[in-house]
Every structure is written in C-alpha cells, then in structure tokens.
C-alpha cells in the first residue's frame, strides 16, 4: 500500500516563501506519476502542480513562476517549492500518487493521497 505524508506547510506572509514536501512509501516511487492539489474552504479540489516519471513539469496558470515542482529519487520525496505566496494560495495542500507513471490535472485519476498541510498566507 503506497502512502504519502506531506510536511512544511504554515502560516507566512504575502510574499513570502514556504516548501512543502511528499515522503512516499509502501510502493516503487519511480514507477508514480505525482501531483500537487490544493483545496480552500467551501472549494472544490483544484490541482496545483504534476511531475511525471521523467520529471516533466506542469502548473496551474496561477501558481506557474511561483511554484516549482521536483521529486529526488534518492529520498522518495516530492517537493513543491513555494514563492511569491498571496493570500488566495491559503489551502489545505494535498499530495497525491498515480497508479501508473501517467499524470493528470483532474484529482479522480490519483489513486493516493496524503492527509494534507494547511498553508496560510496573510499578514
């Protein structure tokens, strides 16, 4: 069973910086396609950010500039590096695993989930 546990997540100001991580075990972490989601209260599950098997990248418009997605193999560790925060980046932040290498920006083709990290960005 492939579980993940997310860390980093806080309170920062407008501006400021945070990094989160994804510690991932109970599977082959290079055979997973990985993603970022997001979700803010009385909001639907919006998808942030995904890393293929390969490392190719992909962003939601808004965060693209600001956030930067990696993955270390050697850690079975994603990271989603945080910058320019804003106050509409406040959400509780999920990390999530795909069966396959495949990814996807729609939350119902993960099949993993972490129990999330609240980041709160005000002053």
Not at 53 to 58: P, R, V
Request: aromatic residues 12%; positive net charge.
């Amino acid at each position: 069973q492939v579980q993940l546990v997310e860390s980093g997540g806080g309170l920062v100001q407008p501006g400021g910086s945070l990094r989160l991580s994804c510690a991932v075990s109970g599977g082959t972490f290079s055979t997973h396609g990985m993603g970022w989601f997001r979700q803010a209260p009385g909001k639907e599950r919006e998808f942030v950010s995904a890393i293929s098997w390969s490392g190719t990248t992909y962003y939601e418009d808004s965060v693209k500039g600001r956030f930067t997605i990696s993955r270390v193999y050697a850690k079975n560790t994603v990271y989603l590096q945080m910058n320019s925060l804003k106050p509409e980046d406040t959400a509780v932040y999920y990390c999530a695993a795909h069966r396959t290498s495949r990814v996807s920006s729609s939350p119902k083709e993960y099949d993993y989930w972490g129990q999330g990290t609240q980041v709160t960005v005000s002053s």
